[in-house]
């Protein structure tokens, strides 16, 4: 079921998606006492980039030139799988935990594969920098994922992530909030 919340949280993570990394460039400038990028760069950016032309070398091939799409349909469709309101994805399925962390990888395949393709030197090193990050990342990613399966007994982001996981997670934080009290009842006697 389609709600309004939810195709909203969609809008606003497309919106907002592009201010994030401004955010912290200017975060990490403040934080070592220089002036930085304004907030809003990436859109500036993004006005000017849009017209512009395309410019492909000599060497490439078509997959040089879906890269792009391919990498940009796996993230909003992977952003369609969360449950960004809380309660329910607008197209989360029983699994979808798999088809996650398997969409973001296949937009990483593509990026990688484009920059093989070019044929320089340069965007290879950049290729296995990108393939050394995800093998470090998708292990970690998946252990999470299996975690959160294990505690909530769902295998949907909506279960995982949504309302189920916040009851799941109560006993704990319950157990853990009396051991916490009973420690500073100890230090106080």
Not at 32 to 41: H, I, N, S, Y
Not at 69 to 79: D, E, G, M, R, Y
Not at 89 to 107: C, I, K, Q
Request: one cysteine or more.
């Amino acid at each position: 079921m389609i709600t309004l919340t939810s195709v909203a949280a969609i809008a606003v993570v497309v919106v907002v998606a592009p201010a994030l990394p401004g955010i912290a460039t200017r975060t990490r400038s403040f934080l070592t006492g220089r002036r930085g990028a304004p907030v809003l760069q990436l859109y500036a950016d993004l006005a000017k980039l849009w017209r512009k032309g395309s410019v492909y070398s000599r060497t490439t091939t078509i997959l040089f030139r879906l890269a792009p799409v391919v990498l940009f349909s796996t993230t909003v469709i992977t952003a369609l799988l969360l449950p960004l309101d809380g309660h329910e994805s607008l197209f989360g399925f029983s699994g979808d935990v798999v088809a996650f962390a398997g969409l973001l990888a296949l937009g990483r395949f593509a990026l990688t594969l484009a920059a093989l393709d070019t044929g320089s030197s340069f965007e290879g090193m950049g290729a296995s920098r990108e393939v050394m990050i995800a093998a470090f990342a998708e292990p970690a990613l998946l252990l999470v994922f299996i975690v959160l399966v294990l505690a909530t007994g769902q295998l949907s982001l909506a279960g995982v992530l949504g309302e189920p996981m916040a009851s799941a997670w109560a006993p704990s934080a319950r157990s853990l909030y009396m051991e916490i009290g009973r420690a500073s009842c100890r230090e106080r006697v």
